[in-house]
């Protein structure tokens, strides 16, 4: 039943998809806004498919229906409830399916805000673009991904459940998700990119009427990766948080393009300039999303992560290429109307700032996808296997960091067009003298180290240049100073900061000891005394814990080992003890066997590392804080001049 | 032509040569394979972290010329010196590599041990094996984890145990005892 619901559900979509753009298509060819409009109505039938299908799944999840191969392979009548429905984002089949879900949930979106707008061909080519992109992942769910493949279970047949590593923390269940509505929603940006491209309409306007779109998928995306990160420091148990794993790199790509072309596009809608690279951005950031998903699925790549299943990586090739060649093919078409009206008059101004913050974002970026073909590209001009490990990612990251974080503060003292050296120096002073208290409380504290101490003295730099320019917007517009784009900004820059002061000094200056225990025997770990006081086992439905209490320093913390019941596997389930200044994480390795006897615990202790998430929350809200029009006055310009572009775009 | 369109057609060719080059990539399959034990050990060949080389091919081959008394078992430990199960099970190991295994008729059997890097570098195993000891062959597996992947380790510590025969003996997932490690060995 929840088979036949849930495949028609998608052929739904497919259909829905295909007509919805042909619709739009023959009104733009016989000039008819009524067919439009039509056209634009089955974006909701497009969603309604993936909501029913998505239904469907869940429904089949949650009352473990193993007629449907894919909760017969990864669901289990022991998995707890909430797991149960993340189950749908804990493999191939289903993530498609989220995909899908939330694409069409876009589409749905878009098709309804620009419903009064559809006289314009940039908003119906955009929604042509979406539906084509949306039928895509329809197609890719009948063919090979297919959530809904029939299965026929023996009697008394139960499910292996997720990989146990994916069932035994909250954030399994809003990572994915989340992460994907950053990585989908650039489609939002792209098929209007592409609209503009089409239409010939290459001016700003395309740039305003995304320009949330692009925000919000950012801030997503963003926040999608930092709770990824939190999850592996919180599950696994050593202190980690990040391993440059393809994966990964895969999530960070598209989120690299993506915050070089927030920033460009300031350079665009100012000036005019940058035209090309900010089209070129946005379809490099939609081409990332495609290319890691192929990376990370088609298993090219070896990886304990990258779980190649089925057919599915030369669709995604194919789709790459084809959407790439249609992006190549347009830019050429229009490169005459790319040309910018202008040139940047001197490296020192804010469109100069913003161009070395897109080579350097542009770097990182090439870096970190080179280092993840690189095996690929090595092995077919020489025939034999190496791997690029996180000692290539750090050293090539690093330096573009710090000059990241050395822009962060430079540019946002920078006027446009140019600076004169005066100027600068008044309005670097303060930033300047608190990237060196920033570098004086570090050594004063007992950080060592040129490159930590390199990188405590940038962050201060641009900590306090972000703090400046907020001080001196509440200084104007009170309470209005906090929103707006650039003062939005300045707080996600804020959060920049935390997240690196956070990445650097977790990083630096780690410290790892395991320690031996019997029931009542004390040890001191970094000042701290740590006492291992009782044990005890829990036996749940699909697991049983061994939990065991440690006093450190007064507080109690209950790190346990989890034996998943299917599969053997064991899971250790590390606690934290977070304060602001340090974070010491303690894993159970060994339990006891019996009441009385010895465990063995890891202790890892990182200084700042809370930051890293404090950091993630703050970019989040700046990014909201960002999307709030700063003054009434600003929007009615931006209006305006949108009404002016789009006059003068119909006129030519 | 303008310096613009010749970019991008140098691009479209890069971009040509970078789809052509995913798209002739063998995949791999890193399908998990759970039924490991009883049938024949991927083979594999890797450097060790002092610049030798370990083939399994080899050591199995050498196998067939000799009598089973001298045939060679070989145990697979998988490591990473940022794993603690890893410190817990090293004095096993040790043991294991200096006691040997010995048959139920009390023989000394001839065994191998060759641990294989699970995500980690070469700085970290060098120190990990300083501060624990050890001197048996230890294999880079770096980054790929091909090794691992064939084995369907999914993390570390685990152990293989092949017989001289060239069959899975034992997996053994989570620290190993001596005990555990040794118990069937026959020759």
């Not at chain 1, 690299?256 to 950031?285: M, P």
């Not at chain 1, 006093?551 to 602001?580: C, M, N, Y």
Request: charged fraction near 15%; hydrophobic fraction near 50%.
């Amino acid at each position: 039943m929840n088979l036949v619901i849930g495949s028609m559900g998608v052929v739904l979509t497919l259909a829905a998809s295909l007509t919805g753009s042909l619709t739009i298509v023959a009104g733009l060819k016989k000039s008819r806004e009524r067919l439009r409009a039509v056209g634009a109505k089955y974006a909701w039938v497009a969603f309604a498919g993936m909501a029913i299908s998505t239904f469907a799944m869940q429904r089949a999840l949650v009352t473990r229906d193993f007629s449907i191969k894919y909760v017969a392979e990864q669901g289990s009548s022991l998995t707890p409830p909430l797991y149960n429905v993340a189950t749908m984002w804990s493999a191939l089949e289903g993530s498609i399916l989220l995909w899908g879900l939330v694409l069409a949930g876009y589409l749905a979106i878009v098709a309804k805000k620009f419903s009064n707008r559809l006289s314009d061909p940039m908003v119906s080519w955009a929604l042509v673009t979406m539906f084509m992109v949306t039928a895509f992942f329809a197609l890719l769910m009948l063919g090979p991904a297919n959530p809904f493949q029939s299965f026929d279970p023996p009697v008394g047949y139960d499910g292996p459940g997720p990989n146990p590593l994916l069932q035994n923390h909250i954030l399994v269940a809003f990572h994915p998700p989340i992460l994907y509505l950053g990585y989908v929603g650039f489609t939002v940006p792209f098929a209007f990119a592409i609209a503009a491209l089409i239409t010939g309409r290459l001016g700003e306007g395309w740039l305003l009427i995304t320009r949330r779109w692009t925000l919000f998928s950012w801030a997503c995306l963003t926040f999608g990766i930092i709770l990824g990160a939190w999850w592996a420091y919180d599950v696994l148990g050593w202190g980690g948080y990040w391993g440059w794993d393809p994966v990964e790199n895969a999530s960070l790509l598209p989120w690299l393009t993506g915050t070089a072309f927030l920033h460009s596009v300031l350079a665009q809608e100012r000036r005019g300039l940058l035209r090309v690279w900010n089209l070129s951005l946005v379809c490099s950031t939609f081409l990332l999303t495609i290319l890691g998903t192929f990376i990370t699925r088609s298993g090219i790549i070896a990886s304990v992560h990258a779980f190649s299943e089925g057919g599915i990586g030369p669709w995604l090739l194919w789709f790459f290429s084809l959407v790439l060649l249609v992006v190549l093919a347009l830019i050429f078409w229009r490169g005459d109307r790319l040309r910018s009206q202008g040139g940047i008059d001197s490296a020192l101004s804010r469109e100069g700032a913003f161009l070395a913050n897109n080579l350097a974002f542009g770097a990182f970026a090439f870096v970190i996808l080179l280092g993840t073909i690189f095996p690929l590209i090595v092995e077919a001009t020489q025939d034999r296997q190496i791997s690029v490990g996180a000692p290539y990612f750090e050293k090539m990251s690093m330096p573009i960091g710090f000059v990241i974080l050395f822009l962060m503060a430079i540019a946002p003292v920078l006027p446009w067009r140019k600076a004169g050296a005066e100027l600068l120096r008044d309005r670097l002073e303060w930033p300047a003298w608190g990237g060196a208290l920033s570098l004086v409380i570090a050594v004063l504290v007992g950080a060592r180290g040129l490159i930590p101490l390199l990188g405590f003295g940038f962050a201060g730099f641009a900590g306090t240049s972000a703090i400046r320019h907020l001080a001196l917007s509440i200084r104007r517009n009170k309470m209005r100073g906090f929103v707006g784009r650039s003062n939005g900004g300045m707080i996600v820059h804020l959060g920049v900061v935390m997240l690196s002061l956070g990445l650097i000094a977790s990083s630096s200056y780690v410290s790892q000891s395991s320690f031996t225990l019997d029931p009542g025997e004390t040890v001191t770990f970094g000042g701290a005394d740590i006492t291992y006081e009782s044990s005890e086992q829990i036996v749940y439905s699909n697991r049983i814990q061994e939990k065991v209490q440690i006093r450190i320093d007064g507080d109690i913390l209950q790190p346990s080992i989890e034996r998943f019941t299917a599969s053997g596997q064991l899971v250790p389930s590390p606690t934290t003890k977070t304060s602001s200044t340090k974070d010491i994480q303690i894993a159970l390795l060994d339990p006891p066997e019996e009441d009385d006897q010895s465990i063995v615990i890891q202790i890892t202790e990182q200084p700042l590392l809370v930051w890293i998430w404090v950091g993630g929350f703050v970019m989040l809200f700046g990014s909201a804080l960002s999307a709030i029009p700063s003054t009434k006055r600003k929007q009615t310009v931006v209006m305006e001049k949108e009404s002016s572009v789009h006059a003068e775009e119909i006129e030519r | 032509m303008s310096l613009g369109k010749s970019g991008l057609i140098l691009f479209a060719v890069v971009s040509i040569g970078f789809v052509v080059l995913l798209a002739t990539r063998g995949t791999q399959s890193n399908q998990p394979n759970f039924d490991l034990v009883g049938q024949p050990a991927p083979l594999f060949q890797a450097e060790t972290v002092n610049g030798g080389e370990f083939d399994l091919e080899d050591v199995l081959i050498a196998n067939r010329a000799l009598i089973p008394k001298d045939q060679v078992w070989v145990a697979v430990n998988f490591f990473a010196s940022w794993c603690t199960g890893c410190i817990i099970e090293h004095d096993e190991l040790l043991a294991f590599h200096n006691e040997g295994a010995f048959s139920s008729n009390g023989v000394k059997c001839n065994t191998k041990l060759v641990s294989v890097a699970f995500n980690d570098n070469k700085k970290d195993i060098d120190r990990f094996f300083d501060k624990y000891g050890g001197d048996w062959q230890v294999l880079l597996d770096e980054g790929t984890n091909r090794v691992a992947i064939n084995y369907s380790v999914m993390t570390a510590p685990e152990t293989v145990l092949i017989a001289p025969n060239g069959l899975v003996a034992k997996k053994i997932v989570g620290p190993i005892t001596y005990e555990k490690l040794v118990a069937g060995i026959e020759c």
